[in-house]
Structure formats: C-alpha cells, structure tokens
C-alpha cells in the first residue's frame, strides 16, 4: 500500500524503518502534474530499490517573480493514483511552509555550472532547484536518486552538488521520454495552444540536426546559428540560445571529449527546453 506523508518527520520515520531493515531505498524528486516522463523514472527508481520514494513539491525558489509558480499544473488526485499504479512505496507532498521556515537563509550553490545557459536566463534558478534537492536529499537519504536527462544542466548541477557536499547518494540520469512527434514531455506543454503544439517538435528535430552536423565535422558556430534561424522562420519567438557543449562539464567542447547539444527557445508565452547528445 502506498501511503502519503506530509511532514519531513513522518518521510523520516518510514525511511528510517526501512534503512534499519536494510533495505534499500530511491527517491525521484518531482513538481507533480506527472506525464510518461516521470513516471519512467519511478519505474527505474523501482527497479534499482527495494522502496521507492517520489516527492511532489512545487518548489517556490525555483521560479523568478515573473515565472508561473501560481499558475503552474497540479492535479495531486491524479498523480497519487498514477504513483499508486506504479507501486511507490511513499509519496512525500510537503507544503511550503513545511519545506521552507519563515526565517530559512541557507542557499546551496553550485558555481560556474548555475550561471551558464540556462542560468544565464533564469539566474536564481539552480540555486532554486540545488537547495531544495539538497534538503530532499537530506531528508530522504536515499541510496540512488534519479533524475530525467530533459534537464539535463539540473541533472549536471544535482550531480556536481552531491559530489562537493558528499552526499551519499548515487545519481541516474534517466532518458528523456518524447511524444511521437518528438516533443520531449513536459509538464509546461499543456500550456502551449493548438498551433504552438504543432510547431514544438521543430526544436527536437533542429537539434538533432546540430548534432549530426557537428558528428560530420560542420563547425559548431555555423550548425547552431542555422539551427536558430530555422527555428525562428518557424515561429519561435525568441530563442535563448542552442548550444554545444561538452557532455560532462558544459564548458566549451573540446576534441575527442563526448558533446552535448542543448537549447531553449519560446513559443508564445511558454518556453521549451531540450537537449540530445553528439
Ligand atoms: P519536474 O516535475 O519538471 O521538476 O521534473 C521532475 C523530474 O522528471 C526531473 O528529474 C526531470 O528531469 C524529469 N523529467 C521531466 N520531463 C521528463 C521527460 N520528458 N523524460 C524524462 N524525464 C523527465
């Protein structure tokens, strides 16, 4: 039976009980409104455990003044019953104020890594998203997390943060799952109108483009500023940026080292992110 806790000493309590019977425990921190995305990371959080633990917490911190923490989907009723199907063992769905004290200062940064790409858009962002992987992790103490390659900056940034703070926790990337079309999943596409659906798998397809050109020797330079281009006669307002970078440490690539072509772009008012490997 899958049960849900609300309270950091509650998830404690069944995770301890677990751990003193040695068993072994995943947890795949999420914002809820799940999609196949998700949940096949839950189902690997499953096979790699002997309990699995799914947190649904959409994180306040994370989201600029101007972003859409309030309007952000959520449907609990929903997600409990899909986690339900999945057979996790514990759902925790903390309330902010359970998460967050009133007087919380404490912020977990991960230099460098937080401030490119993505972070050169949405500055507080990874701080955002590390400081309350970090408590997650904390709190749970689980012995594999896993998280999706969509994101893939996060899953670098997650990666680096249990590292320099020795967590003892290994982290998995997990596949992005995509519509047939090739749209990855998200959670945000349910924002995107009828005429912006048709258009958002232009960006899977525009950089796996980049990234068969740049396998073939095309200069990167040219590849991605084509890809721009195209994407901009296809209707995308304002691309952020496409980028390729190197797969472990998103810095400039360098010859001979595995590469990553990342990007994001808008689409009305909704802002798709996507990413292939070289
Ligand atoms: P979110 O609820 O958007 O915070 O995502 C929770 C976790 O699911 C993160 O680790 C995401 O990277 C992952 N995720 C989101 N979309 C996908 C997808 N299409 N395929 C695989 N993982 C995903």
């Keep these: 039976m899958m049960e849900v806790v609300r309270t950091v000493a509650e998830m404690r309590e069944r995770v301890a009980g677990w751990r003193h019977t040695g068993e072994r425990i995943s947890l795949v921190p999420t914002m809820g409104a799940l999609h196949e995305g998700h949940m096949s990371l839950v189902r690997q959080g499953d096979e790699l455990s002997d309990r699995s633990v799914v947190s649904i917490f959409v994180n306040p911190t994370q989201f600029a003044p101007h972003e859409d923490f309030t309007t952000y989907p959520r449907d609990e009723s929903r997600d409990l019953a899909m986690l339900e199907k999945a057979d996790v063992d514990l759902v925790f769905a903390p309330d902010v104020t359970q998460m967050y004290r009133d007087d919380h200062r404490t912020k977990v940064e991960v230099q460098g890594l937080s401030q490119i790409l993505e972070g050169q858009f949405r500055p507080q962002f990874f701080i955002g998203v590390a400081t309350v992987c970090a408590k997650l992790l904390i709190q749970t103490m689980p012995d594999v997390a896993i998280f999706g390659e969509k994101d893939y900056q996060q899953l670098c940034v997650i990666r680096a943060m249990a590292r320099d703070l020795d967590l003892p926790v290994q982290i998995i990337g997990g596949d992005t799952i995509r519509e047939s079309d090739g749209l ?78 990342l990007a994001a772009a808008w689409l009305g008012k909704t802002r798709l992110i996507d990413n292939v490997a070289v």
Excluded: W
């Design 184 to 261: 990855a999943m998200s959670s945000r596409n349910t924002y995107l109108s009828n005429t912006e659906r048709t258009l958002a798998p232009y960006l899977h397809q525009e950089i796996t483009g980049v990234a068969r050109r740049v396998k073939s020797g095309d200069a990167i330079e040219v590849a991605c500023a084509d890809a721009t281009q195209q994407l901009d006669a296809a209707g995308f307002k304002s691309v952020d940026y496409v980028a390729v970078r190197d797969a472990e440490t998103l810095e400039m690539p360098a010859q001979g080292r595995p590469m990553r072509v």
